[in-house]
């Protein structure tokens, strides 16, 4: 079956301007998450969602980040007034429920310029 | 709070065994997860391993765990140039909410 997709694939911004990333997870799976991933480095969570619900947004950075899940399948990142240190690999992950395997998308590549 | 190491380089030769090192924190931790990552893509699952369990095999793979020293290890047999990758060690956190991931291992494989 589908995977989980991550759309765009690469987004390249103006230092200041607003972005959306779009996640669509794997069809059935109630859990979704947001990672953001750094040259270089491991992947960093962002926020959880279970179900239209952010059951978990411990990792966001600031309150210029922002995801919503209105439907309980697709989800967006919303990042305002993007500064170049948000430039990153930004990944989606889905699981079936709470603590299940997470299978992740092919990323959305972020550069701020 | 939870963290994960690993060592960052390993460099083999085509048909040798890669050994993949990792040291976790969380020792309430359920499961602990294998990752694959290849230039600009996302993560692949390779492999999971529960948490009452010492060893698992699967094909190529094999997953060691040490849970009182918590060690976790990777063995690949046989290693092709195709191996070549990062690959991400990962527990979950105490709420099972998000993974926690150390800085990944860059495997190269030469021939």
């Known amino acids: 079956g589908a995977g989980v997709s991550q759309t765009p694939s690469n987004k390249v911004t103006e230092k200041g301007k607003y972005v959306e990333l779009r996640c669509d997870p794997i069809?059935?799976?109630?859990?979704l998450y947001w990672y953001r991933q750094s040259l270089g480095q491991g992947p960093e969570f962002l926020i959880y969602f279970q179900g239209t619900g952010a059951a978990d947004d411990s990792g966001l950075p600031n309150d210029r980040f922002f995801a919503v899940r209105p439907e309980g399948s697709v989800s967006t990142l919303k990042i305002q007034r993007t500064e170049r240190g948000d430039s990153a690999m930004y990944l989606c992950a889905s699981s079936p429920g709470l603590a299940d395997t997470q299978y992740f998308g092919p990323g959305t590549r972020l550069t701020v310029l | 709070g939870e963290d994960v190491e690993q060592s960052l380089f390993l460099s083999v030769r085509e048909g040798d065994s890669s050994v993949i090192n990792c040291t976790y924190t969380d020792s309430s931790s359920t499961y602990l997860y294998w990752y694959k990552q290849e230039p600009g893509a996302g993560l692949q699952l390779l492999t999971y391993?529960?948490?009452?369990?010492d060893m698992k095999q699967d094909q190529r793979l094999t997953v060691l765990l040490n849970k009182k020293d918590k060690h976790l290890s990777l063995r690949i047999a046989d290693t092709q140039t195709g191996d070549s990758a990062i690959y991400f060690c990962?527990?979950?956190?105490?709420?099972?909410?998000?993974?926690?991931f150390g800085k990944g291992t860059t495997l190269s494989v030469s021939s």
């Open positions: 069809s059935g799976h109630t859990a």
């Open positions: 990962a527990e979950a956190n105490q709420a099972g909410t998000a993974l926690i």
């Open positions: 391993i529960f948490s009452n369990m």
